[in-house]
C-alpha cells in the first residue's frame, strides 16, 4: 500500500515557475516508478512527467525543456520543478506510484496560469 499526497500547486503568471511535491509513504521499497499525471480543464489527461527507481526520467512532449521530475529519498519526495508555465499547462497535476501489479494516485493540486 503506498500513500501519495501532492502539494505545492497554486495560480502564476506566463512565464513564472511553480514546484509541485508528492511526499510518498507506505510501501516504498515496493515502488516501480513515480510519474506527474495533468488533466486540464477540458478533461484530456496526459504524463507529463516519469521517473524509475534507477533515476531514468521522461518527458511529454509538451513541456520537455521546461519541467524536470526529481527525488530525494530521505524525505521521501517527489518534486515537479515547473519553469516558463504557459497557459496551456494549467491543469490538476496528479502524482502516480506504480508498484508490480498496482498504482497508486493522489489526490491531485491545481495549477493556473494566466496570461
Known amino acids: 500500500q503506498v500513500q501519495l499526497v501532492e502539494s505545492g500547486g497554486g495560480s502564476v503568471q506566463a512565464g513564472g515557475s511553480l514546484r509541485l511535491s508528492c511526499l510518498v509513504s507506505?510501501?516504498?521499497?515496493?515502488?516501480?516508478?513515480m510519474a506527474w499525471y495533468r488533466q486540464d480543464p477540458r478533461g484530456q489527461r496526459e504524463q507529463v512527467a516519469h521517473?524509475?527507481?534507477?533515476?531514468?526520467?521522461t518527458y511529454g512532449d509538451s513541456v520537455k525543456g521546461r519541467f524536470t521530475i526529481s527525488r530525494n529519498d530521505v524525505k521521501n519526495t517527489v518534486y515537479l520543478q515547473m519553469d516558463d508555465l504557459k497557459p496551456e499547462d494549467t491543469g490538476v497535476y496528479y502524482c502516480?506510484?506504480?508498484?508490480?501489479?498496482?498504482?497508486?494516485w493522489g489526490q491531485g493540486t491545481p495549477v493556473t496560469v494566466s496570461s
Open positions: 521517473i524509475t527507481n534507477v533515476g531514468t526520467t
Open positions: 507506505g510501501s516504498i521499497a515496493s515502488i516501480v516508478s
Open positions: 502516480k506510484a506504480v508498484l508490480l501489479g498496482a498504482a497508486y
